[in-house]
């Protein structure tokens, strides 16, 4: 059995693994010059590979039904497992998995360790332009350091991830390769990205880590995530973002704005907060208005609150008009910001799109063609950030390289049958 996988990541290694350790001959191809150089960058260089909630609802997809029994089929024990064998040691914080080591690099190694023990052919510098099913036979065309060359397969499985954390030079080609077997597919959008916002305090805010609720309105619905958020000169950043990006994004397609807001003291009831004020315009009525609120939430946020209230900092309180004053509260409960983009795929750390999920099989096999799998984000299948998407990769690399390296060859089913009396 020989098995081609395009595409040396996440999912393309976990399927090469298994496929080897089950006797197929496989070989990665991968266009850049070393495999798995996206994992180096993930879970801020530590690789937050799994998570302990993993669960359906943690995912997106037009099609959703084949996540849960996905993931059913390769649940956290799986994953645990999977690197055990490998030999590295796994930790849990905040209910992500994490290398023991806190080195993203080792989860990288021990990988690269298993392909070649496992004699797998890797490919490196080997960019796939051209697939197609000949007869039972995969031929995957390719060009780079080598030249042009054409590879024959008896499997073939598609691992080309998505264009997030790609530059737009490196125009992700693996939709296109799916498109050659006639899958359906949605084209990718950004997830798990900054928010771009039209509002220039937010240059003035840039800088400011703080603890928010961040509730985005989005075509009739509000999707609310709470967490550390970070504001930046064009925006804002940090997980409750990412968390709700991929609804902005699928929002911006239809509208070309949409409302964010931002609740500085995500904690506390607007009624508490609105009595707490009362108490301290009795106790520090005397103060500026910059005094009066130090101590609620970061100062730079109060500067671009008072402003823009046209409340100067050094005015006191007590000669504040009392809706100058309540509008400062309510903003800080209720900060309006306008999203009018999501920073490009560059800057993304998963994609939404994808091959359809109604295209494959439980196995992860397309259901149009024989001996073709797709796995990991190349799929119509997004996580949330926190070890979710990488736990997508090993499940469903691991699933279809099984799937693969235990089906015989169609050629070789279609020859038995012949000469069977
Ligand atoms: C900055 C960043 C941080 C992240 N952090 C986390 C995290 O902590 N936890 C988590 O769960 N997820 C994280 N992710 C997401 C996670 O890395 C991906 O979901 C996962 O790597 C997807 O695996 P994959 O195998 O589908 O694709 P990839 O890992 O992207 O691998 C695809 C491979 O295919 C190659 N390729 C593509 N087209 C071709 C072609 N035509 N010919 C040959 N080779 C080709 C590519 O070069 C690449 O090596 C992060 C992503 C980024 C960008």
């Known amino acids: 059995m020989k098995i081609g996988i395009i595409g040396g990541g996440a999912s393309g290694m976990a399927a090469a ?20 150089s ?48 490998l030999g590295l040691m796994v930790r849990v914080r905040n209910g992500g998995f994490y290398p023991a080591c ?16 496992g004699g797998i052919a890797v490919e490196t510098g080997c960019l ?23 590879f024959s397969f008896d499997r073939l499985i598609l691992a080309c991830g998505s264009s997030a954390g790609l530059g737009t030079k490196e125009a992700d080609n693996g939709l296109k390769l799916a498109g050659e077997f ?16 039209r509002e220039t305090c937010c240059r003035a805010m840039a800088g400011v880590r703080c603890q928010a609720e961040v509730t985005l309105r989005a075509a009739g619905t509000d999707y609310r995530e709470q967490g550390e958020v970070q504001m930046t000169d064009y925006g804002i950043s940090g997980i409750p973002v990412f ?56 100062k730079k946020i109060i500067a671009v609150i008072l402003k823009e209230c046209g409340i100067s900092p050094g005015e006191i309180i007590r000669h504040i008009p009392q809706e100058k004053l309540t509008a400062a509260g309510e903003k800080i409960k209720h900060f309006p910001l306008t999203v009018t983009g999501t920073n490009p795929f560059s800057k993304a750390q998963v994609c939404a799109g994808g091959v359809r999920l109604s295209e494959v099989t439980g ?59």
């Open 38 to 85: 996206k994992i180096l960058a993930t879970g801020n260089g530590k690789c937050n590979l799994s998570n302990q909630q993993i669960g359906p609802d943690c995912y997106h997809s037009e099609d959703p039904s084949l996540i849960a029994s996905i993931l059913e089929r390769f649940s956290v024990r799986e994953v645990l497992d999977f690197f055990q064998a």
């Open 243 to 298: 968390q709700i990006s991929r609804h902005a994004s699928a929002a911006l397609k239809q509208q070309r704005e949409l409302a964010v807001f931002l609740d500085f003291l995500p904690g506390m009831e607007t009624g508490s907060w609105q009595e707490l004020l009362k108490d301290r315009v009795r106790t520090l009525g005397q103060e500026s208005a910059e005094r009066f609120f130090t101590g609620t939430v970061h």
């Open 363 to 421: 196995n992860l096999e397309a259901k149009g063609c024989k001996g073709l799998y797709i796995t990991g984000e190349l799929l119509d299948a997004d996580g949330r950030c926190g070890g979710y998407n990488l736990h997508w990769a090993w499940a469903t690399g691991v699933l279809a390289g099984r799937a693969a390296a235990e089906e015989r060859p169609a050629r070789q089913a279609g020859r038995e049958r012949f000469h069977r009396p």
């Open 128 to 150: 796939a332009v051209h697939a197609a099913c000949q007869q039972g036979t995969f031929l995957v065309h390719t060009e780079g350091m080598a030249g042009k060359r054409v």
């Open 182 to 197: 006639s899958l359906k597919r949605i084209p990718f959008s950004p997830a798990l990205v900054q928010l771009c916002c």
């Open 102 to 117: 806190e080195q993203a690099s080792a989860v990288l190694d021990v990988l690269r360790f298993a392909l070649a023990r």
């Open 17 to 36: 693994i298994t496929a080897s350790s089950l006797g197929a001959a496989v070989t990665i191809l991968e266009k850049k010059e070393r495999v798995g």
